[in-house]
């Protein structure tokens, strides 16, 4: 009997050793649903991952959203979450780490973080602001993200300060005005700016993967004009030199469904 119990316990634990977790973090003007919607989650869905639904802060604390009614723990799970995407990133990230403290609470797996955009900024922050996240944290995937600024950012401060007709004026207090702190941490890593402080701190010791829009395309719709190809890159960060793996990326700023393959790929390779 003790030692059938034992084949079926070593039968069991690679499966649950392996278990993985993966939280998504959009980017700027989008939500949790954008990785469904772009059919960044097929792919993981293929590889018998079970969506776990989207998180969202309320007053009440960290609520999840799902139209998967299974209770029964699975060894694979991504979730979403939602953000303020019009706030600073230390904001963002303050709500970050509310969700990803949950998600441990409930899971007891350490977390795969994925960032599109400014999102990789989120949880790069976040991981160097809060020391216990770098427990639960054993890899961040940065997608298209501005690891040394934008130009857009720049541009946006400046059209916030252009007088614009009375539709445009609307659209920019909504909108723009609201997100001038975001876009003032996004402006290109210069002594006294925020990136260029961030990009200097030490960094924990976890797994650096960098998917970085190439930018080598003569089609426009291949092309990525809101972060240059190597600001993407992780290994441009002081702190982060040579411990970033880098993928290239055929592709424009938004997520797409290959993106989803490479991450699924990507999350074959993590033990």
Same mark, same amino acid.
């Given at each position: ?20 977790? !993966? ?11 954008? @990785? ?12 018998? &991952? ?26 694979? !799970? ?6 303020? @995407? ?38 790069? &922050? ?45 659209? !920019? ?23 260029? @402080? ?48 880098? &993928? ?24």
């Amino acid at each position: 009997m003790k030692i059938i119990f034992l084949s079926i316990l070593l039968v069991l634990m690679p499966s649950v050793l392996a278990a993985k977790t !993966v939280v998504f973090i959009h980017g700027y003007m989008e939500d949790g649903m954008v @990785w469904r919607n772009k059919g960044v989650t097929t792919a993981l869905l293929a590889d018998q &991952y079970v969506d776990q639904g989207t998180l969202v802060l309320k007053n009440k604390g960290v609520q999840r959203f799902s139209s998967n009614r299974s209770t029964i723990f699975s060894p694979n !799970v991504f979730y979403t979450i939602e953000l303020p @995407w019009q706030m600073s990133i230390v904001q963002q990230a303050t709500i970050l780490s509310h969700y990803l403290i949950t998600i441990y609470q409930h899971r007891k797996e350490t977390i795969t973080l994925v960032g599109h955009s400014n999102g990789g900024l989120v949880a790069r &922050y976040a991981l160097v602001n809060q020391i216990q996240l770098a427990k639960i944290v054993n890899t961040l995937i940065s997608i298209a993200t501005p690891h040394l600024g934008s130009p857009l950012a720049q541009l946006a401060i400046l059209a916030n300060k252009t007088p614009l007709d009375e539709l445009s004026q609307v659209l !920019v207090d909504q909108v723009l005005e609201k997100s001038t702190p975001l876009f003032r941490q996004l402006r290109a890593a210069k002594p006294d700016s925020f990136l260029y @402080w961030l990009n200097q701190q030490p960094h924990p010791n976890v797994a650096y993967i960098s998917i970085i829009r190439k930018n080598e395309s003569l089609l426009p719709s291949k092309l990525d004009y809101v972060v240059p190809a190597y600001s993407q890159n992780m290994n441009n960060v002081f702190a982060l030199r040579g411990k970033s793996t880098a &993928y290239a990326s055929n592709q424009s700023h938004t997520l797409n469904r290959n993106d989803g393959e490479l991450i699924a790929y990507i999350m074959r390779s993590i033990n």
